[in-house]
């Protein structure tokens, strides 16, 4: 059972354009939704971070939109790069029990490649 | 540089003889996990540690072992390897047992590939 769904898969888009990454989830304990990305041969690393007390943030030309009656987020890239093509995940927790720890859930991945 | 270190980055074994791979962090974390990477299933847990000599399941445990008898290393062992943990594996460390307050710091990957 795949808590966190993530789509598509793949996406390809060209230089300039945007790319759209989308994820749902059914936990609604979940309060931490973070987007990792990772390059060819590395592993993931945090990109940016939401709380579902905001609807948006925004780092450069990354976005995180958060719908929370919709259990769904996406990531938006402006202005889309080659530099920018990358496996990205997103993944969601949720708050610790006492003594416990918030385990990340990560979704299936997207594999961007963005074309010159 | 701080940093996650496994070893080795690739490795090729047959069905049943038992590897170990190394997992060694820098930054003084106490939290430390170990996940699989398979197309279109995403990361999965396979074990964690809180601290030294604290260690559970993570979501897909059977065939693995882990150990943390300090607090910088985690290896990751497989008993006796079977096809099907054929993967790229991934370990993870951070400060806090809390996603919140400190991010994932993840290795380079181990190639695993079992005949």
């Known amino acids: 059972q795949q808590q966190v769904k993530q789509s598509p898969q793949s996406l390809i888009v060209q230089k300039g354009g945007i790319s759209i990454i989308n994820c749902a989830y059914e936990?609604?304990?979940?309060?931490?939704f973070p987007w990792y990305q990772q390059f060819p041969g590395k592993g993931p690393a945090l990109l940016i971070a939401?709380?579902?007390?905001?609807s948006e943030k925004k780092e450069g030309r990354f976005t995180i939109s958060f719908n929370k009656s919709a259990k769904q987020f996406s990531l938006h890239i402006m202005d889309s790069q080659p530099g920018d093509s990358a496996t990205y995940f997103c993944?969601?927790?949720?708050?610790?029990?006492?003594?416990?720890?918030?385990?990340?859930?990560f979704g299936a991945g997207t594999r961007l490649a963005v074309h010159p | 540089e701080a940093q996650v270190t496994q070893n080795p980055r690739y490795l090729i074994t047959v069905t049943g003889k038992k590897l170990t791979v190394t997992c060694s962090q820098n930054?003084?974390?106490?939290?430390m996990s170990w996940y699989r990477q398979d197309p279109g299933l995403g990361l999965r847990q396979i074990y964690y540690?809180?601290?030294?000599?604290?260690?559970d399941k993570g979501d897909v445990p059977e065939g693995y072992k882990v150990s943390r008898k300090e607090k910088r290393n985690f290896p990751l062992i497989l008993e006796s390897p079977s096809p099907n943990q054929t993967s790229l594996y991934f370990c993870?460390?951070?400060?806090?047992?809390?996603?919140?307050?400190?991010?994932?710091?993840f290795g380079n990957g181990t190639r695993l590939t079992v005949t």
């Open positions: 993870a460390s951070s400060t806090s047992r809390s996603s919140y307050n400190s991010p994932l710091h």
């Open positions: 936990n609604t304990a979940f309060d931490y």
């Open positions: 939401i709380r579902p007390d905001v």
């Open positions: 993944a969601a927790a949720s708050s610790p029990l006492s003594g416990g720890y918030n385990k990340l859930i």
């Open positions: 930054m003084n974390h106490e939290y």
């Open positions: 540690s809180m601290n030294v000599e604290v260690t």
